[in-house]
């Protein structure tokens, strides 16, 4: 039987998106797989590093970001035959293709999206990956039916080439609220405030929040995520907005209090693979606004307040003095637990 390498180059990474659900994923994964099964293959620099019972940790070779996926990763794989790695962020080792996990078709279906030097590059390797993909991966996994019916249009693949996840948010449970931000800047607190969490990227379309701001001058908005302005192109500068706040890369703590507190969570993306943030919301009992594009409305459903990410002119009191169904069917339905074991019962279902 082939020993599944989990490529855990995520391991010396910032914890977003994707690197969450691969530290979930890898965490149930342990829980249920017996020992041989799996390795998990991380960077020497790696400082995120998962502490696991049934798959050990292998720490090989220094290097950044897909210079080590490339190098080391492609190395120890090269020098291990009885292997096959499990990528579950988007990439893979060109000299040694796998199995992979494909969480969206953005960079060949959005080019609008990628507005620099280092967004265009990055779009090209992404598509490279997936024609790598495409040609030599086994088995595809992506994380919602809009991202797998995507890929069987762009990339020509049969329908059960590819297995679909999700994502979950039990890992929120684990998290202790922190208040700090209120107890460092209490002013900003004294009016009600609506959250948002993501990226300055194209698609999560934060000048619709901006412009719905503007509308609201009663209510403050705090935006939090990795604010990388120069690798995005965008241009947005907080002494514009009196009540916006930009609060960069903020704590797991830090996110639950405020998505805890707030009038409303605000997740205007026009495009997103699944969507995490509004999962955590909703378990800590917050109101979402949700843009009802891409696989959005096929993950929330009944329960979030609908906008349209191309119209600003909302009011935001008057959207959410209407009932919406309870998020408890989707809290139940998108777990990592459950995930994690589909994803195991069609690995080994495939390799026999």
């Not at 799996?38 to 019972?53: D, R």
């Not at 249009?153 to 684990?174: A, D, Q, R, T, Y």
């Not at 916006?244 to 797991?252: E, T």
């Not at 996110?255 to 969570?265: D, I, P, S, T, W």
Request: one cysteine or more.
């Amino acid at each position: 039987m082939l020993n599944i390498v989990i490529n855990g180059q995520f391991a010396a990474r910032r914890v977003t998106g994707q690197e969450r659900f691969a530290f979930e994923i890898i965490s149930e994964l342990d829980k249920i797989c017996k020992k041989g099964q799996y390795s998990l293959v991380i960077p020497k620099n790696a400082s995120n590093i998962p502490h696991l019972n049934n798959i050990p940790v292998i720490k090989f070779g220094k290097a950044k970001g897909s210079l080590w996926e490339q190098t080391f990763l492609a190395l120890y794989m090269l020098t291990h035959p009885r292997s096959i790695s499990l990528n579950l962020l988007t990439i893979m080792p060109v000299l040694k293709p796998g199995i992979i996990c494909i969480h969206d078709m953005s960079y060949r279906t959005h080019p609008e999206y990628c507005k620099t030097f280092y967004m265009k590059i990055s779009r090209c390797w992404h598509i490279f990956q997936e024609e790598l993909a495409r040609r030599f991966s086994p088995l595809l996994f992506t994380v919602s039916e809009y991202s797998k019916k995507q890929m069987i249009e762009c990339l020509k693949l049969p329908s059960n080439k590819i297995v679909v996840l999700g994502n979950g948010w039990e890992h929120f449970n684990e998290v202790t609220a922190d208040e700090s931000l209120k107890e460092r800047h209490p002013d900003w607190f004294a009016n009600p405030y609506f959250f948002s969490l993501g990226s300055l990227a194209p698609n999560k379309n934060i000048q619709w929040i901006l412009e719905v701001a503007k509308r609201h001058p009663q209510y403050n908005f705090f935006i939090g995520g990795k604010a990388n302005l120069k690798a995005y192109g965008t241009d947005y500068k907080e002494e514009d907005y009196k009540n916006v706040r930009f609060l960069g890369y903020i704590s797991d703590g830090e996110v639950k209090y405020l998505m805890a507190h707030c009038k409303a969570f605000i997740f205007p993306s026009f495009f997103e693979g699944f969507g995490i943030p509004p999962l955590e919301a909703m378990s800590v009992g917050a109101k979402c606004i949700i843009a009802k594009a891409s696989c959005l409305p096929e993950i929330f459903g009944e329960s979030a307040y609908w906008i349209d990410p191309y119209n600003t002119n909302v009011d935001l009191d008057e959207l959410l003095s209407h009932d919406v169904a309870s998020p408890e069917k989707i809290l139940n339905k998108y777990t990592f637990k459950r995930f994690a074991k589909i994803m195991h019962e069609n690995l080994y279902r495939f390799l026999g």
